[in-house]
């Protein structure tokens, strides 16, 4: 820790508002912080060429509450009557929100956080069209399947920003300049000023010219989790992890959990949990900025998965591949080599998402079953002797992908409880993963109403806020698809707002 005292006078500070980061959940709080009166600066670790974090590499899908195509419409004005015609969006309530949070949470989210999450869903995502121009699209490609003549959209999550996480935040950059707010790029926090009292004060940063104190009113940080960080994964999350592949940036490594924490905010959340998906075995270590989120490989559940073994180890079909897909990636680090095999074949390939058409695909097909086996590096014995109990256990039923359409097997285990397809239409096509972490569950507890960080004693710590990855208590063990990039937006929002009224009633207090 690094004392400042006293509090620095209003004239000696950099900003109103310092904000740590320049994602999603930053770039929110940036604006918001500024709408609320205050003067801005985001300081950022990254250089510029890399700036985005996290945000950059998603999909840009974003899961909010909403009551059918009205509330699509005044967020997607540009839907054409034909396009209207061809489709069906159906409804997400917003209990049916918090059911499948509470549900994949295994009943663990902080509720708090889940109520303000919700209910702050919706009017965020149309904010972020009036203040930042967001623009958005329905998710054709990934949430919908053509089911009777029409597409229909499935998993509460069915709309996306233009452009996917790229189109995201270059939008937010793009408005900085139209709200004043300045961004310092290769500039790390490395520790919060903190004055006799308690307050925070500012941040000590390091630039390319060596340390420095910045102070401001309040401070906002939104520097992501600890996911790219090998020595804290692997503390936290358990041996193995340091083997994962970082899905996106290679910047958050927990520095402002750290941080906050060493000046007494209060740890909170799922810290042995995270975020984490199947990933092409031949991804680099980090996030490539131009494949973005097309390592991942989410259309398992049209399939089947094995180890080098041959076996199956998960229900491909448990649930909604929304629902399952952010807890498999651990299932796949615990397998022999950290490494697994998704088979598909000619029944269910064109269906595949538009991820399994990258060049860079670490793919084979063959005609049949021991050459697939041969041509992968898969037990040739066991993968037939898998496939073979499959088939004996599929049941007849009706195929419909969108919905669970309980086509299941019985008697082998794991079982496929969804679209458990015979698995016997070759040429068979099979792509190998391994575990790719997207950000880690554990972090700093916040109130959610004004995203103020609590210190050890549940006391509010006057001058910081904290928003996105690094708030925990809202995931543990798994994630609804789409959630993150919504809780960041809501919780950068409210975090920023609230930072800025408090800093400018400070400054205020000490004219
Ligand atoms: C491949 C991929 C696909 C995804 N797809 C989706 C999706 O479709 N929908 C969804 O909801 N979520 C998705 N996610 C998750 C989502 O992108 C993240 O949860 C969200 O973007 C996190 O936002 P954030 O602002 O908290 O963090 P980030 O966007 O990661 O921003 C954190 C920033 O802090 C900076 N930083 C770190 N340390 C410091 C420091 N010491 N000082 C200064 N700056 C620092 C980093 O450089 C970074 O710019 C995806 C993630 C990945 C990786």
């Not at 015609?85 to 997400?92: A, K, L, P, Q, T």
């Not at 998710?139 to 509460?156: I, N």
């Not at 793919?363 to 021991?370: D, M």
């Not at 006057?462 to 708030?471: I, R």
Request: with cysteine; hydrophobic share 40%; charged share 20%.
């Amino acid at each position: 820790m690094t004392s400042s005292p006293p509090s620095a006078a209003p004239n000696q500070r950099v900003a109103d508002v310092i904000v740590v980061g320049a994602g999603n959940a930053a770039l929110c709080a940036a604006i918001a912080a500024r709408e609320a009166g205050a003067s801005v600066l985001v300081l950022e670790k990254a250089e510029e060429g890399e700036r985005g974090g996290n945000t950059f590499y998603a999909g840009g899908g974003f899961r909010f509450p909403y009551d059918g195509l009205d509330d699509i419409r005044t967020i997607i004005p540009d839907l054409s009557d034909e396009e209207v015609d061809r489709i069906e969006v159906g409804s997400y309530p917003a209990s049916k929100f918090k059911d499948d949070l509470v549900r994949v949470t295994e009943g663990r989210a902080d509720e708090t956080l889940v109520d303000h999450l919700i209910a702050e869903a919706y009017p965020t995502v149309q904010w972020m069209s009036r203040v930042a121009g967001q623009r958005w699209v329905l998710m054709y490609g990934r949430q919908a399947y053509e089911v009777d003549g029409k597409l229909r959209f499935w998993g509460g999550m069915i709309t996306e920003a233009v452009g996917g996480g790229e189109g995201l935040s270059e939008s937010l950059f793009a408005q900085l300049p139209r709200h004043d707010i300045e961004v310092r790029y290769g500039t790390g926090a490395r520790s919060l000023l903190q004055d006799e009292s308690g307050r925070i004060t500012g941040v000590r940063v390091k630039d390319a010219s060596g340390f420095h104190d910045l102070h401001a009113g309040a401070v906002v940080v939104a520097a992501g989790g600890f996911e790219a960080n090998a020595e804290m994964r692997t503390r936290y999350l358990g041996a193995g992890w340091e083997v994962a592949k970082v899905r996106g940036t290679r910047h958050n490594t927990g520095d402002m959990i750290n941080a906050a924490l060493a000046v007494g905010a209060q740890s909170y959340g799922h810290w042995s949990g995270a975020h984490a998906v199947a990933w092409d075995m031949m991804a680099p270590p980090t996030g490539n900025r131009r494949i973005g989120d097309l390592y991942q490989k989410h259309s398992y559940p049209l399939g089947l998965i094995v180890n080098v073994h041959g076996a199956r180890f998960v229900d491909e079909g448990a649930d909604l591949r929304n629902y399952t897909y952010a807890k498999y990636g651990r299932e796949i680090l615990k397998q022999p080599h950290a490494v697994a095999f998704q088979l598909f074949d000619q029944q269910t390939v064109g269906r595949l998402r538009d991820e399994y058409r990258i060049k860079e695909a670490t793919r084979a097909e063959a005609n049949s079953i021991p050459e697939l086996a041969d041509a992968l590096g898969i037990d040739v014995g066991g993968l037939v002797r898998t496939v073979e109990a499959y088939n004996a256990a599929v049941r007849p039923g009706k195929y419909d992908p969108s919905v669970l359409d309980g086509l299941g097997t019985e008697g082998i285990d794991p079982p496929k409880s969804n679209w458990a397809l015979p698995f016997d239409q070759p040429p068979y096509v099979g792509y190998a993963v391994t575990c790719g972490i997207t950000f880690t569950f554990g972090g700093l507890k916040i109130e959610a109403k004004t995203g103020q960080v609590q210190d050890i004693e549940d006391r509010p710590m006057p001058g910081l806020y904290a928003a996105g990855e690094l708030v925990g208590g809202l995931f543990w063990h798994n994630y609804p698809g789409g959630t993150g990039l919504t809780a960041g937006s809501v919780f950068g929002r409210t975090a920023g707002t609230a930072a800025g009224k408090a800093a400018l009633a400070a400054r205020a207090a000490v004219r």
